[in-house]
């Protein structure tokens, strides 16, 4: 029984120490997304060449977001594209969406090798990049993930510090009698 107890305390620890790390990572991507969202917005907004080019898609995904009765309310498409701009060659990510009440879904016939349209702009470092979505729910949530974060990881402090206090008294309790 007494390294059955063991195991289970072993294991107890394991997923205090997980559940620490998880929201240890929770604040830092919602630091990382904040900073990087707003970084990218900031380097747009002053950017001193914007323009559109057609891009070549060299990949693309399509997810099909449903409701309760199995509807398709949204289909997401994702397009990793290449560009030419003054003989240098710059890869982007693009994401559009198609709703079924404008179902003029344009973007269903596109296959790889096809060419679209991008807006894109010039970096301070005299790159390019495409320009960003600037969506404000991706936004919303690195800024939920932050307290979620901080909560997870306060908690299992405090679970962990109970834990070892309690583990220490009962040692002690022992070492006394």
Known sequence: MGKKMNKEKKNDFLYDILALLLGVAMIAVGLWGIVSSRIESKEYKNSSDIKNVSAVIYSFSKHEEKDDNN??????YDFKVKFDVDGKTYKGRIE????????????KKLR??????????????????????????????????????????????????????????????????
Request: net charge positive.
């Open 112 to 177: 790889t090798g096809d060419s679209i349209d991008v807006e894109i702009y010039k970096t301070s470092k005299g790159s390019y990049k495409v320009s960003p979505e600037g969506n404000p729910a991706d936004f919303m949530l690195y800024c939920f993930s932050i307290p979620v974060g901080a909560l997870i990881t306060v908690g299992m402090s405090i679970d962990i510090v109970r834990k070892n206090s309690k583990k220490a008294k009962d040692d002690s309790s022992k070492t006394d009698k």
């Open 96 to 107: 559009k969406r198609a709703y079924p009440r404008k179902w003029e879904d344009k973007y």
């Open 71 to 76: 509807i398709v309310e949204c289909i997401k």
